[in-house]
């Protein structure tokens, strides 16, 4: 995990690098964003090494595929109609990576994978839903302002995350 975190700081740190037929913009790895709209999100988990389709209708929702095999999805959260802007800016974003319950796992193990994912995993969280999947979640919270480079790093530690606990 160490080597992941540091080859991702470095990448980001050379600069975000996009294709121009993927991304409209390159914008500097020390912009401050103190909102998310979709281009900028698209941007994120782009330079992130992840690649992103739409999620059905929901104009705030984006499938994520990740480099690492993982999937998720990225949801825009506390949104509203910026003046001046195309479309909305929100000031949260969840990440969520969903699992089904694993075959020939008793309940005693998935407390203690979510336990020891709870006690070793500190930017994510482990919740299961009423249909029984396991959810991997992260909230990131722009009022203040988040370094896109941030943005990125926490992207892909996301998903590290989730494949961490996937293997648990």
């Given at each position: 995990?160490?080597?992941?975190v540091?080859?991702?700081?470095?990448?980001v740190?050379?600069?975000?690098a996009?294709?121009?037929s993927?991304?409209?913009?390159?914008?500097?790895a020390?912009?401050i964003?103190?909102s998310?709209d979709?281009?900028?999100?698209?941007i994120a988990i782009?330079n992130?090494?992840?690649?992103?389709?739409?999620?059905?209708d929901?104009k705030?929702?984006?499938?994520?595929?990740?480099?690492n095999?993982?999937?998720?999805?990225?949801r825009r959260?506390?949104?509203?109609?910026a003046?001046g802007?195309?479309?909305?800016?929100c000031?949260?974003?969840i990440?969520?990576?969903?699992f089904?319950?694993p075959e020939g796992?008793?309940e005693a193990?998935?407390?203690?994978?979510l336990?020891?994912?709870?006690?070793?995993?500190?930017l994510?969280?482990?919740v299961?839903n009423?249909?029984?999947?396991?959810v991997v979640?992260?909230?990131?919270?722009?009022?203040?302002g988040?370094t896109?480079?941030?943005?990125?790093?926490?992207?892909?530690?996301?998903?590290?995350?989730?494949?961490?606990y996937?293997?648990m």
């Amino acid at each position: 995990m160490k080597r992941f975190v540091l080859a991702l700081a470095m990448a980001v740190g050379m600069g975000l690098a996009s294709p121009a037929s993927a991304q409209p913009t390159n914008p500097d790895a020390s912009s401050i964003l103190t909102s998310i709209d979709d281009e900028m999100l698209r941007i994120a988990i782009f330079n992130a090494g992840a690649t992103t389709t739409p999620l059905d209708d929901e104009k705030n929702t984006l499938r994520i595929a990740f480099p690492n095999g993982m999937r998720g999805i990225a949801r825009r959260m506390a949104c509203i109609e910026a003046p001046g802007a195309v479309g909305e800016e929100c000031k949260g974003l969840i990440l969520l990576a969903y699992f089904s319950k694993p075959e020939g796992v008793s309940e005693a193990q998935q407390q203690a994978a979510l336990s020891r994912f709870g006690l070793e995993q500190n930017l994510a969280s482990v919740v299961v839903n009423r249909e029984g999947e396991h959810v991997v979640k992260s909230y990131i919270i722009f009022d203040g302002g988040i370094t896109l480079s941030n943005l990125v790093v926490q992207v892909a530690l996301f998903a590290e995350s989730a494949k961490t606990y996937r293997e648990m």
